[in-house]
């Protein structure tokens, strides 16, 4: 997957200018960097949800791609179980079977039919962890995945996020570098606006 001299103004203020960056075709990239430097305007740009002025992004054309935003984006008039039976696309007997596993491997297993008001922050984002890794995909995009949730809870989601996509490609946004360290194979150390790549930290897991 490349990204070549992409380029993305809004209102007339440059938020990528000519960025480019190759990643690899699985693994975990981390995009580290202050709030407000760009980073959820480059994964949009990646995800296709927000058109970029000029430069283009190849190898995204047939891979399924799961977003987890920085909001939640649960459906509110629905409850948890039902917001992750919502990707699925089994009969209605594999996604019940395929939710209950999902609520379970995040730790609500008693929470399933409370909606997402009823629901506190963390457990709000382990639903929609939940969603994301059962939606599936060849690329992940995350978001500050693991805000709201405690140290405990973090290390949990960071180990199965491993395991359910250990040959998808994650680029996950962050900034905190205790987190990046944690989950990355390379950090790419990102400033701006416009976004530019200040640093590259290769770290492989022991």
């Known amino acids: 997957m490349e990204i070549n001299h992409l380029t993305k103004l809004y209102n007339g203020k440059t938020v990528l200018d000519q960025f480019s960056v190759q990643l690899p075709s699985s693994g975990t990239v981390c995009l580290f960097g202050p709030s ?10 990646i995800a296709g949800l927000e058109p970029f ?3 283009e992004i190849l190898g995204t054309g047939d891979l399924k791609i799961s977003y987890l935003f920085q909001e939640d984006r649960l459906l509110p008039w629905i409850s ?11 009969s209605a007997r594999q996604n019940a079977e395929q939710t209950k596993n999902w609520l379970q491997l995040v730790g609500l297993t008693g929470a399933g039919n409370r909606r997402p008001a009823e629901l506190s922050g963390g457990m709000r984002r382990r639903v929609a962890i939940a969603r994301a890794l ?4 060849d690329l992940f ?3 500050e995945p693991f805000q709201a949730l405690d140290a405990e809870c973090k290390e949990e989601m960071i180990a199965l996020l491993e395991e359910k996509t250990a040959d998808a490609l994650k680029i996950i946004v962050t ?3 205790q987190e990046a360290q944690m989950l990355a194979d390379v950090i790419y ?3 701006g606006p416009p976004v530019r790549i200040v ?7 022991a």
């Open 80 to 90: 948890a179980r039902d917001n992750i039976a919502a990707v699925l696309v089994g």
């Open 134 to 137: 059962a939606f599936g995909g």
């Open 36 to 45: 407000g430097c760009g980073k959820t305007t480059l994964l949009n740009c």
């Open 141 to 143: 995009l995350m978001d």
């Open 189 to 191: 150390v990102l400033d």
């Open 199 to 205: 640093d590259t930290i290769i770290k492989k897991h």
């Open 53 to 55: 002025d000029s430069g």
């Open 175 to 177: 900034h905190d570098f």
